[in-house]
């Protein structure tokens, strides 16, 4: 029962230019999560919120300013044998399935090298059961067809498949999917959530699911937590911030998708100041400014041109 754990984690870039004085990019700002077996968590903001920088660290392919992570409450060490038995624990799905997966290399081979690195399979024989295993988790067949072919000669869903089966391939206990059917087509982004949750059940795996969708968040998480400007400003139960938005920009996030059954959302930008829910402080800038936001954004066409930036 593995639960991963990120403390008060923080990233800065510094950021040089001519004839400027260095200054300082705060990519995520003291932010924390949890995430628990058989449980999923969705990560969502705007692009550049620092929803896959906080990615990036917790898979360890970038190390963190500031801050802790944990798996079953231990401290990650570092050193390049802890980072590999901490990644055949905690396995991640990334956005674009083409690039992601080595394009000169048949599928075969991008699957059982993650079998040898963690010592999954020995012989020859383990190997083509658990490559089959493998496939058939993900619902490709049949499985000798699928394993000669290259990326290029599979279809989206198939390599976003070939993806998820790779990360599992470890055996991992936590799954970090970054926005994994945002490249995809629409017909095909509802089966691979799918596929993802019911992996997430018959393996009790934790996940952290990244996204700009707050549709799929409410209905394939168990929470979720909003980010802006690298910081947290909302998190709750998923129905609870989706049907009840505390903070102005977790609410002008859902009026960016209206249900036309309901009735015309309102903004109260005011809301979140007697929240203690509600993760702001005086320093935050986004309070101020999105108050002046929900009155200049009264009218529908103002909201359409500037949420498009979401």
Do not use: C
Not at 58 to 84: F, V
Not at 181 to 210: F, G, H, T
Request: charged share 25%; hydrophobic share 40%.
């Amino acid at each position: 029962m593995t639960t991963l754990e990120a403390l008060h984690l923080s990233k800065d870039y510094p950021i040089r230019g001519r004839g400027l004085r260095p200054q300082t990019l705060k990519a995520v700002d003291d932010v924390s999560l949890l995430v628990r077996p058989g449980e999923s968590v969705a990560l969502v903001g705007e692009s550049g919120s620092g929803k896959s920088t906080i990615a990036k660290m917790l898979i360890r392919l970038t190390e963190p300013t500031g801050g802790d992570i944990t798996l079953d409450g231990e401290r990650i060490p570092a050193g390049r044998r802890a980072t590999k038995r901490y990644r055949k624990r905690v396995q991640m799905v990334f956005q674009d399935p083409f690039s992601s997966l080595n394009p000169s290399l048949p599928i075969r081979h991008q699957l059982v090298r993650p079998l040898r690195i963690h010592g999954i399979v020995r012989t020859r024989a383990e190997e083509e059961r658990e490559l089959r295993r493998l496939l058939d988790s993900v619902n490709l067949a049949p499985a000798s067809e699928i394993l000669a072919k290259y990326p290029h000669e599979l279809s989206g869903g198939q390599r976003q498949r070939i993806a998820i089966a790779r990360a599992l391939a470890p055996r991992p206990e936590v799954l970090i999917a970054d926005e994994p059917v945002s490249m995809l087509d629409v017909s095909i982004r509802l089966e691979i959530l799918q596929l993802l949750d019911d992996l997430k059940r018959e393996r009790n795996l934790a996940v952290l699911y990244i996204t700009h969708d707050l549709a799929t968040a409410r209905h394939f998480s168990t929470q979720i937590v909003v980010m802006r400007h690298g910081r947290v400003v909302e998190r709750g139960r998923s129905a609870d911030v989706i049907l009840d938005p505390v903070h102005p920009y977790t609410q002008l996030l859902v009026r960016a998708a209206p249900d036309p059954h309901s009735e015309p959302f309102q903004v109260d930008p005011d809301r979140h100041l007697g929240s203690p829910d509600v993760l702001v402080s005086p320093s935050d800038p986004g309070p101020a400014d999105e108050r002046h936001w929900a009155r200049a954004w009264a009218d529908d066409a103002a909201v359409a041109e500037l949420l498009a930036r979401v």
